[in-house]
């Protein structure tokens, strides 16, 4: 018979990966940092790094004081099957591939929905491109937590998902640099490499929208969003903040939907606005 899992057995036995690491990243963004200072290679903003890393600081403190909320979740769902994956070395592996998986569906909805994206944005809106960069998480982007729950409905352990789901994250890092150029051609045939992402951050026009992958590529090579690297991306959004305040580039377009909702007299079309495309909320705004 399955042994339920309680909360206290997932705290106890999931390390805190990122909280770990978090130190280690600054370190190196620091470092980049001086060096795209001494190179003259204007890679970084001061006022943009500090927003990147205020809003990654908030981030990490955010995380520590809801995971019993985001672990919950994943372990009810996971108690509530009556089969469950063993955990080997090799389900550990297919959990992670598995969670890619939902991560670039998560992903894609998170620039293709105007509900998800607001949990998204924070992450784009930097007209640089650096380590700093993948600080940017926004504070309401646990609300993906729903795309990962099929992990814990196909039967893998807790502790494994959220091992692999802080690796997967973790992974991210090294991906936010100009500094790596383009990598042998079997690695970027399968992972997502520093060439592939900044193209997923680029706001050139045959960027837009691809390269969702996480860790790896291959599904945006099966659903057609691959795009290779073929001209310096142009980074930020087209409706591009100008401003540094933390607070406004998290939540600005959560702003814009709920403006759009009390504008439209329909509810039903109100709700709708939440799932249509975020170009659905600037039909009728000037960009200045």
């Not at 993948?134 to 504070?139: D, G, M, N, V």
């Not at 997502?192 to 996480?214: C, F, I, Q, W």
């Not at 814009?256 to 039903?268: C, L, S, V, W, Y």
């Amino acid at each position: 018979m399955k042994q339920k899992i309680s909360l206290d057995d997932v705290l106890s036995n999931a390390p805190d990966l990122i909280l770990y690491a978090a130190p280690i990243m600054i370190g190196l963004a620091l470092l980049e940092f001086y060096f795209s200072w001494k190179q003259k290679k204007e890679l970084y903003e001061k006022k943009d790094f500090l927003a990147s890393l205020s809003i990654g600081l908030v981030s990490v403190f955010q995380n520590l004081l809801i995971k019993s909320i985001l672990f919950g979740s994943v372990i009810w769902f996971y108690n509530i099957v009556p089969w469950s994956i063993p955990v080997t070395w090799w389900t550990t592996i297919l959990c992670f591939v598995a969670l890619d998986f939902f991560r670039y569906w998560a992903h894609r909805f998170g620039h293709e929905t105007s509900l998800f994206w607001a949990t998204h944005v924070t992450h784009h809106n930097s007209e640089k491109y650096n380590l700093s960069t993948s600080f940017r998480l926004s504070w309401t982007q646990q609300i993906k937590v729903v795309f990962f729950l099929p992990i814990s409905l196909m039967g893998f352990h807790p502790v494994v998902f959220f091992i692999c789901h802080q690796i997967a994250v973790l992974y991210q890092f090294w991906i936010h640099t100009e500094y790596i150029r383009k990598l042998p051609k079997w690695i970027s045939y399968i992972f997502v490499t520093p060439s592939h992402h900044r193209v997923h951050h680029g706001k050139n026009a045959h960027y837009l929208d691809k390269n969702y992958g996480s860790t790896f590529i291959i599904w945006d090579r099966m659903f057609g969003t691959f795009q290779p690297e073929d001209e310096q991306a142009i980074y930020g959004i087209l409706d591009q903040p100008k401003h540094y305040n933390p607070v406004k580039l998290v939540f600005h377009v959560w702003g814009d939907i709920f403006r759009k909702m009390g504008k439209t007299k329909n509810p039903i079309k109100a709700v709708k606005l939440l799932f249509q495309p975020p170009d659905a909320l600037y039909k009728d705004k000037k960009v200045e």
